[in-house]
């Protein structure tokens, strides 16, 4: 069944908890609403199962008004799995899943043996058939959710709602859970609006998703569409990395702790990284945090360097994926090292694509800039050239200063520029690393 | 519970109470033995197995005084029982009993007026005090029940401290009024100790009533109750009409009270103890417990009168006192058995 929302509102008190939320769910649909804590995601589902009523607004499902549904045909529509599962009460597993026929039942019927074969099928589904005879009281956390589950399965709903449902699961049920839930979507055509908390569950599950912020909606549609870096920082307030799924392609959302804030304080000090493959990732993280301006070149876009630099918001320039690097880059990555400070070449797998990268280390070396060239183990290995590479990192080497590692860098680092930035940290900090 | 396991339980609950009746009328302190009053029993109900042998101040005293206090026995113990489950499980807490919600109070107020009022100016009217009190019972859960209501809803714990606090204020009344009454303080104190003595058919006519229908109105709601136990907003998504259901089971409950405490007077603990221990047995499965409990309070009560009436003989003791002396150590063993577990 079709859901439809529109210009949904609700208020508690003076505070507008939901403001002006539309969308739609088509039938055998799986929508996700995610957002922060506060964002009105658990009251749009109890406005959307009429727990709470709207301040202002609509919602229909298949064409009818929700106010219109009488509590029984709203039982038997639409059924409800909120996010405490908690029962106190000694009712066996079949005792509860049976209460999902009571919306069926008259007030002077009992079940029949029909309801009993619906209860049965919907344990089946649910995984839960060998719990029957259990007391809910028993079981776990997981078992609990999928009786629950089951109960509302029992209900032979057209749309399920469900708030949380893996909040207080480890990783293997919230698969499983989501799994069946996914299932029931797909397979039995149910109409599923689900809050979750988990964005990365959510993309991988989700057909669509719902961003709320505010009482409002953000972004709507599907899971790329929605989470994107911009539109999670924006109502997360915290700095994450979109990549692709490594094996199925749905978003994928990382954190990058310690990156909130903006640490560029002093301009004075700026050091170019040269980097690629993932070897200057770190580099340029502790350098920024150390308080040095930091830019990166030449680097292909997607790279994970790549990735790390504009995660840290540092100024990169950069080329196509899989391209050598051209004049106009290379030009830009001469300009870039011209007015740095410093520069650090990392250890870079050696290849005829980025040679043009060395090439530009050695023409600042020879303008008498400092070159740190790190190297902690030999270049053979990382030499994809057959042997130019090689030689041309030597020439490098030979004007620049040779580091044996990260420690080793930052100290150097350290003693050139004694007042850059939270230098002393790093001194005290790299002491002790030495020393042990 | 299983159908034959229910069916079993029911004819022993049943049996029990059958047996509990002929041995209580048989009780007594002219020893009348047990398969005689069987005999006067049934053949005044049904006008066979008539016996001459048997003297009419025999047949009298079963008939007139010992049969119709042992049936109200068995309906105030069915209904302060039935009072306790409904409470209970409507207000999900397991410290409800009929007596939680202040409709007692209430009674108690009605009742203490009715007995001021009839030693001061010796009305001729004698069904005064249960009327009075059942009168007092509605007041207050009509009271209550209002200072509740938050729009329209009546949220549990609102109405658990409306029902706390109604009560603590009526009993400082009952006291106050105590003070006034002078010598006519035993006959409240009495009244308030809870007792079936004196009590005929009449008052038996005045409960049943209530009894009967009030218990087919819950029975209807058994599943609606089991439901309200997944919490009311479960409950709602399950289809039950949760504002609706409470307010009729909370009328229903109440008025079932009122009807026995206003001929009983206030005896304790049975609405308390008898559903969580019955409860231990059945489960928390309402279509189960209500009928179950209903028979096991009547049975219990029977007992608790006959022990009142027989401990010290010639005088009698207010069966309040003797419920509350088996029910407040009954209740402590079941929570220290069972612990953490003293639940719904």
């Not at chain 1, 009105?40 to 298949?62: A, D, F, Y």
């Not at chain 1, 079981?139 to 509302?152: F, T």
């Not at chain 1, 050695?362 to 270049?379: C, H, R, T």
């Not at chain 2, 039935?82 to 207000?91: D, I």
């Given at each position: 069944?079709?859901?439809?929302?529109?210009n949904l509102?609700?208020?508690?008190?003076?505070?507008q908890?939901l403001?002006?939320?539309t969308?739609?769910v088509s039938p055998g649909k799986f929508?996700?609403?995610?957002?922060?804590?506060g964002?009105g995601?658990?009251?749009l589902?109890?406005?959307?199962?009429?727990?709470?009523?709207p301040?202002g607004?609509?919602?229909?499902?298949?064409?009818?008004?929700l106010a219109?549904f009488t509590q029984?045909?709203?039982a038997?529509t639409m059924?409800?799995?909120?996010q405490?599962t908690?029962i106190?009460?000694?009712?066996?597993v079949?005792?509860?899943v049976?209460?999902?026929?009571?919306p069926?039942?008259?007030r002077?019927q009992?079940?029949?043996l029909e309801?009993?074969?619906?209860?049965?099928q919907?344990?089946?589904?649910?995984g839960?058939?060998?719990l029957r005879?259990?007391s809910?009281?028993e079981?776990?956390g997981?078992?609990?959710?999928?009786?629950?589950?089951?109960?509302a399965l029992?209900q032979?709903?057209?749309?399920?709602?469900?708030?949380?449902?893996?909040?207080?699961?480890d990783?293997?049920y919230?698969?499983?859970?989501l799994?069946?839930?996914?299932r029931l979507s797909t397979?039995?055509?149910?109409?599923?609006?689900?809050v979750?908390?988990d964005?990365?569950?959510a993309?991988?599950f989700?057909?669509?998703?719902?961003?709320?912020?505010?009482?409002?909606?953000?972004?709507?549609?599907?899971?790329?569409e929605v989470?994107?870096?911009?539109?999670?920082?924006?109502?997360?307030?915290t700095?994450?990395?979109?990549?692709p799924?490594p094996v199925f392609?749905?978003?994928?959302?990382?954190?990058?702790?310690g990156?909130?804030t903006d640490?560029?304080?002093s301009e004075?000090?700026r050091?170019h990284?040269i980097a690629g493959?993932?070897s200057?990732?770190?580099?340029m993280?502790?350098?920024r945090?150390a308080?040095?301006?930091?830019t990166?070149?030449?680097?292909s876009?997607?790279?994970?360097?790549?990735?790390?630099?504009r995660?840290?918001?540092?100024?990169v320039?950069?080329?196509a994926?899989?391209?050598?690097?051209?004049a106009?880059r290379?030009?830009?990555?001469?300009?870039?090292?011209?007015?740095?400070?410093?520069?650090v070449?990392a250890?870079i797998?050696?290849?005829?694509?980025n040679?043009?990268?060395?090439e530009?280390a050695?023409?600042?070396?020879?303008?008498?800039?400092?070159?740190y060239?790190?190297?902690e183990?030999p270049?053979?290995k990382r030499?994809f050239?057959?042997g130019?590479?090689q030689?041309?990192?030597?020439?490098?080497?030979q004007?620049?200063?040779?580091?044996?590692d990260?420690?080793?860098?930052y100290?150097?680092?350290?003693?050139?520029?004694?007042?850059?930035?939270?230098?002393d940290?790093?001194?005290?900090?790299?002491?002790?690393?030495?020393?042990? | 519970m299983?159908?034959?396991?229910?069916?079993?339980?029911?004819?022993?609950?049943?049996?029990?109470?059958?047996?509990?009746?002929?041995?209580?009328?048989?009780?007594?302190?002219?020893?009348?033995?047990?398969?005689e009053?069987?005999?006067?029993?049934?053949s005044?109900?049904t006008?066979l197995w008539?016996?001459?042998e048997?003297?009419s101040t025999?047949?009298?005293i079963i008939w007139n005084?010992?049969?119709?206090?042992v049936?109200?026995g068995?309906?105030v113990?069915a209904s302060?029982?039935?009072?306790?489950?409904?409470f209970?499980g409507?207000l999900?807490n397991p410290?409800a009993d009929?007596f939680?919600?202040?409709?007692?109070?209430?009674?108690?107020v009605?009742a203490t007026?009715?007995?001021l009022?009839?030693?001061?100016?010796?009305?001729?009217?004698?069904?005064?005090i249960?009327?009075?009190?059942f009168?007092?019972a509605?007041?207050a859960?009509f009271f209550?029940?209002n200072l509740?209501r938050i729009?329209?809803?009546?949220?549990v714990?609102?109405l658990?401290l409306?029902g706390?606090v109604v009560s603590?204020f009526?009993?400082?009344?009952?006291?106050?009024?105590m003070?006034?009454?002078g010598?006519?303080m035993?006959?409240?104190?009495f009244w308030?100790?809870?007792?079936?003595?004196?009590r005929?058919?009449?008052?038996?006519?005045?409960?049943l009533?209530?009894l009967?229908?009030?218990?087919?109105?819950?029975f209807?709601?058994?599943r609606d109750l089991?439901?309200?136990?997944?919490?009311?907003?479960?409950?709602l998504t399950?289809?039950?009409?949760?504002e609706?259901?409470?307010k009729v089971?909370?009328v229903?409950?109440?008025?079932?009270t009122a009807?026995?405490?206003?001929?009983?007077g206030?005896?304790g603990?049975?609405?308390?103890i008898?559903p969580?221990?019955?409860?231990?047995i059945t489960?928390p499965?309402?279509?189960?417990?209500l009928?179950?409990?209903a028979?096991v309070?009547?049975?219990?009560?029977?007992?608790?009168?006959v022990?009142?009436?027989?401990?010290?003989?010639p005088?009698?003791?207010p069966?309040g006192?003797?419920?509350?002396?088996?029910?407040a150590?009954f209740f402590i063993?079941?929570?220290?058995?069972?612990?953490?577990e003293?639940?719904?």
């Amino acid at each position: 069944m079709k859901i439809e929302i529109q210009n949904l509102s609700f208020q508690y008190g003076s505070h507008q908890v939901l403001d002006g939320v539309t969308f739609s769910v088509s039938p055998g649909k799986f929508v996700g609403i995610i957002g922060p804590n506060g964002s009105g995601k658990t009251t749009l589902l109890k406005v959307l199962s009429r727990i709470l009523q709207p301040t202002g607004g609509s919602v229909t499902i298949g064409g009818q008004p929700l106010a219109q549904f009488t509590q029984k045909e709203l039982a038997r529509t639409m059924a409800v799995v909120s996010q405490d599962t908690n029962i106190g009460y000694q009712f066996t597993v079949e005792d509860v899943v049976l209460m999902g026929r009571a919306p069926y039942l008259g007030r002077f019927q009992s079940e029949s043996l029909e309801d009993y074969e619906i209860v049965r099928q919907a344990l089946e589904v649910t995984g839960c058939s060998h719990l029957r005879e259990r007391s809910i009281t028993e079981l776990s956390g997981g078992e609990r959710q999928r009786v629950i589950i089951a109960r509302a399965l029992a209900q032979q709903p057209k749309v399920l709602l469900l708030d949380e449902p893996t909040s207080h699961l480890d990783i293997g049920y919230q698969q499983e859970i989501l799994d069946l839930v996914k299932r029931l979507s797909t397979v039995e055509g149910l109409t599923v609006v689900a809050v979750l908390h988990d964005l990365n569950l959510a993309a991988y599950f989700c057909h669509e998703l719902v961003l709320l912020h505010r009482g409002r909606i953000v972004a709507c549609g599907q899971p790329t569409e929605v989470l994107t870096a911009d539109n999670i920082e924006k109502v997360y307030a915290t700095r994450v990395l979109v990549t692709p799924h490594p094996v199925f392609g749905t978003p994928q959302i990382s954190l990058l702790p310690g990156t909130q804030t903006d640490n560029n304080n002093s301009e004075t000090y700026r050091i170019h990284v040269i980097a690629g493959g993932g070897s200057g990732g770190e580099i340029m993280r502790d350098l920024r945090d150390a308080g040095f301006m930091v830019t990166a070149g030449v680097l292909s876009v997607g790279d994970s360097d790549w990735e790390a630099a504009r995660a840290l918001n540092i100024p990169v320039v950069s080329e196509a994926p899989f391209s050598p690097v051209s004049a106009e880059r290379h030009q830009e990555n001469l300009a870039l090292l011209a007015t740095a400070q410093a520069v650090v070449l990392a250890e870079i797998p050696l290849g005829h694509g980025n040679l043009l990268n060395l090439e530009a280390a050695l023409q600042a070396a020879a303008d008498g800039k400092p070159v740190y060239v790190i190297e902690e183990k030999p270049a053979q290995k990382r030499d994809f050239t057959g042997g130019p590479g090689q030689l041309l990192l030597t020439k490098v080497k030979q004007q620049g200063q040779l580091i044996r590692d990260k420690t080793a860098l930052y100290r150097a680092l350290a003693e050139r520029f004694p007042s850059g930035g939270k230098f002393d940290d790093f001194t005290d900090l790299t002491r002790a690393a030495v020393d042990q | 519970m299983k159908r034959n396991q229910k069916f079993l339980l029911y004819t022993i609950l049943l049996a029990v109470l059958v047996v509990s009746v002929i041995m209580a009328t048989a009780i007594g302190a002219v020893a009348i033995p047990p398969q005689e009053t069987f005999q006067i029993i049934i053949s005044r109900l049904t006008g066979l197995w008539q016996n001459s042998e048997i003297p009419s101040t025999t047949k009298a005293i079963i008939w007139n005084l010992r049969l119709p206090r042992v049936l109200l026995g068995v309906l105030v113990g069915a209904s302060l029982a039935l009072a306790g489950v409904s409470f209970q499980g409507l207000l999900r807490n397991p410290l409800a009993d009929p007596f939680t919600i202040g409709v007692s109070s209430g009674a108690a107020v009605g009742a203490t007026i009715a007995i001021l009022v009839q030693q001061t100016y010796h009305t001729g009217f004698t069904q005064m005090i249960p009327f009075s009190a059942f009168a007092g019972a509605l007041i207050a859960m009509f009271f209550i029940y209002n200072l509740a209501r938050i729009g329209g809803q009546v949220p549990v714990v609102t109405l658990l401290l409306a029902g706390v606090v109604v009560s603590s204020f009526l009993s400082a009344v009952i006291s106050l009024l105590m003070v006034f009454a002078g010598e006519d303080m035993q006959g409240i104190f009495f009244w308030l100790s809870g007792g079936l003595l004196m009590r005929s058919w009449s008052e038996i006519l005045f409960v049943l009533p209530y009894l009967l229908i009030g218990s087919v109105i819950l029975f209807t709601y058994a599943r609606d109750l089991n439901v309200l136990l997944m919490g009311e907003e479960a409950a709602l998504t399950l289809g039950v009409n949760v504002e609706r259901t409470k307010k009729v089971l909370l009328v229903t409950a109440s008025m079932i009270t009122a009807a026995a405490v206003s001929v009983s007077g206030m005896i304790g603990f049975v609405g308390l103890i008898i559903p969580h221990a019955v409860r231990m047995i059945t489960g928390p499965d309402h279509r189960v417990l209500l009928p179950a409990s209903a028979l096991v309070g009547a049975s219990f009560l029977v007992w608790a009168d006959v022990v009142a009436r027989t401990v010290m003989i010639p005088k009698e003791i207010p069966v309040g006192i003797i419920t509350a002396f088996v029910g407040a150590p009954f209740f402590i063993y079941l929570l220290r058995k069972k612990k953490s577990e003293i639940r719904l």
